[in-house]
T-cell receptor, first 111, second 111 residues
Framework: EPEVTQTPSHQVTQMGQEVILRCVPI?????FYWYRQILGQKVEFLVSFYNNEISEKSEIFDDQFSVERPDGSNFTLKIRSTKLEDSAMYFC?????????FGPGTRLTVL | EDQVTQSPEALRLQEGESSSLNCSYTVSGLRGLFWYRQDPGKGPEFLFTLYSAGEEKEKERLKATLTKKESFLHITAPKPEDSATYLCAVQAAGGYNKLIFGAGTRLAVHP
């Protein structure tokens, strides 16, 4: 069964460093998303991406964040200068229509 | 403001003891309501989509129902492997595909 994959599973970084989180969505899906979940809190929407551009973003997704689909299979989230409060699980999701399928997540720890 | 509230926060059941989880929502036009299962440290796993009041979906021991203000996830004769956090999420009309999640119900089923 097709699934969304994410790498790395765990990323540890120093405050102020740049990180890139990677995702391979399900191959025939058209919409791509990033969500995050701070420990013990709700899953929060960050950004959606369709037809090679951002279709919607939340207030969390400020100028420190960017997304890219560099080729036909990968979808990345870049955080330019990480802060302590960026520590969270980051989930990639993809959909063909409305049902979104999530990857296993990347746990980002900012020290 | 679009909002999703789930109750109870936590539920402990004996194996075979049926119960229901509640998801109430306030949204400016509902496009869809989604149920996910999340195991610790993992990504949300898609269970059901409901689109209109009166709709019901079933999968094994789970049945999801929808009214104009809330959804229920009924668990019939649960087993220990049903232990997980169950998440409810909505998509609002007029927007793109972002999901707005509730905080979840942590279900523990004991033998």
């Amino acid at each position: 069964e097709p699934e969304v994959t994410q790498t790395p599973s765990h990323q540890v970084t120093q405050m102020g460093q740049e990180v890139i989180l990677r995702c391979v969505p399900i191959s025939n899906h058209l919409y791509f998303y990033w969500y995050r979940q701070i420990l013990g809190q709700k899953v929060e929407f960050l950004v959606s991406f369709y037809n090679n551009e951002i279709s919607e973003k939340s207030e969390i997704f400020d100028d420190q964040f960017s997304v890219e689909r560099p080729d036909g299979s990968n979808f990345t989230l870049k955080i330019r200068s990480t802060k302590l409060e960026d520590s969270a699980m980051y989930f990639c999701a993809s959909s063909y229509t409305s049902e979104q399928f999530f990857g296993p997540g990347t746990r980002l720890t900012v020290l | 403001e679009d909002q999703v509230t789930q109750s109870p926060e936590a539920l402990r059941l004996q194996e075979g003891e049926s119960s229901s989880l509640n998801c109430s929502y306030t949204v400016s036009g509902l496009r869809g309501l989604f149920w996910y299962r999340q195991d610790p440290g993992k990504g949300p796993e898609f269970l059901f989509t409901l689109y209109s009041a009166g709709e019901e979906k079933e999968k094994e021991r789970l049945k999801a129902t929808l009214t104009k203000k809330e959804s229920f996830l009924h668990i019939t004769a649960p087993k220990p492997e049903d232990s997980a956090t169950y998440l409810c999420a909505v998509q609002a009309a007029g927007g793109y595909n972002k999901l707005i999640f509730g905080a979840g119900t942590r279900l523990a089923v004991h033998p």
